[in-house]
């Protein structure tokens, strides 16, 4: 079993880390595409949606936290957040419980286009 991941925090300590630094988004970038350059625009919004994201998710995990009258910041209240917030499940991470892949479902719009896109596909 797993050893329980806790981070101690005092709750009301303003504390700023950049997790995500330009260097390791443009690791990132390489990653997906080594040819891929991004604007100094691109970059600079990235870096700002990923700090704000991980801002509101460590303040909604610690007012979760604080709920249960914690002294610490646990993976369950993390987890709760993105669970609830964003249908986000990070597996690995606290309870041994597998959850099941949840397709979207398949519109009548999408089942249309893609037949489309067959049709088209044949001709060639």
Not at 20 to 46: A, F, H, W, Y
Not at 58 to 69: D, E, G, M, P, T
Not at 91 to 103: H, I, M, N, Q, S
Request: aromatic content about 6%; charged content about 25%; proline content about 5%.
């Amino acid at each position: 079993m797993l050893a329980p991941h806790v981070i101690h925090l005092h709750f009301n300590s303003p504390v700023h880390l950049q997790v995500l630094t330009r260097g390791r988004l443009q690791d990132l970038v390489r990653e997906v595409d080594p040819n891929e350059q991004l604007d100094e625009e691109v970059e600079e919004l990235l870096l700002q949606i990923a700090d704000d994201f991980i801002e509101s998710t460590v303040n909604a995990s610690c007012q979760l936290a604080k709920h249960r009258k914690g002294t610490s910041l646990d993976v369950s209240d993390v987890q709760m957040h993105l669970e609830r917030q964003w249908n986000m499940w990070i597996p690995g991470f606290g309870t041994d419980e597998l959850r099941p892949y949840k397709r979207a479902p398949v519109t009548e719009a999408h089942k249309q286009r893609m037949a489309l896109i067959r049709k088209q596909m044949k001709k060639f």
